[in-house]
Nanobody
Framework: QVQLVESGGGLVQAGGSLRLSCAASGRTFSVYTMAWFRQAPGKQREFVGGISWSGLNTYYADSVKGRFTISRDNAKSSVYLHMNSLKPEDTAVYYC????????????????????WGQGTQVTVSA
């Protein structure tokens, strides 16, 4: 069992920055692929970025590539999403997710590939 708690969301003006944090509890955080997804009202949940358990493999949605950076600190059992140059279309509830992939040091972009989810944190970007 893994518990995930997101924090760091809020209201920010377009062009601004936020850092989201996800704190995990459990014995084996370091072996999980971690990812961020987001969901806006009336839209499907979409992949934002992911990072493999080693931190060597990262993937981003095209819509955020170059603006968002995902990182992890296994010693702190935490994953982060640094969001820069925020746009109104980034407004959504952001969720962190964990996926146990054994020895596979990779990332999946499919939401149904993740086993554990946080409660979400709201990010609102004003024009």
């Amino acid at each position: 069992q893994v518990q995930l708690v997101e924090s760091g969301g809020g209201l920010v003006q377009a062009g601004g920055s936020l850092r989201l944090s996800c704190a995990a509890s459990g014995r084996t955080f370091s072996v999980y692929t971690m990812a961020w997804f987001r969901q806006a009202p009336g839209k499907q949940r979409e992949f934002v970025g992911g990072i493999s358990w080693s931190g060597l493999n990262t993937y981003y949605a095209d819509s955020v590539k170059g603006r968002f950076t995902i990182s992890r600190d296994n010693a702190k059992s935490s994953v982060y999403l640094h969001m820069n140059s925020l746009k109104p279309e980034d407004t959504a509830v952001y969720y962190c997710a964990a996926d146990y992939r054994g020895l596979q040091d990779d990332v999946t972009t499919m939401w149904d590939g993740y086993d554990y989810w946080g409660q979400g944190t709201q990010v609102t970007v004003s024009a």
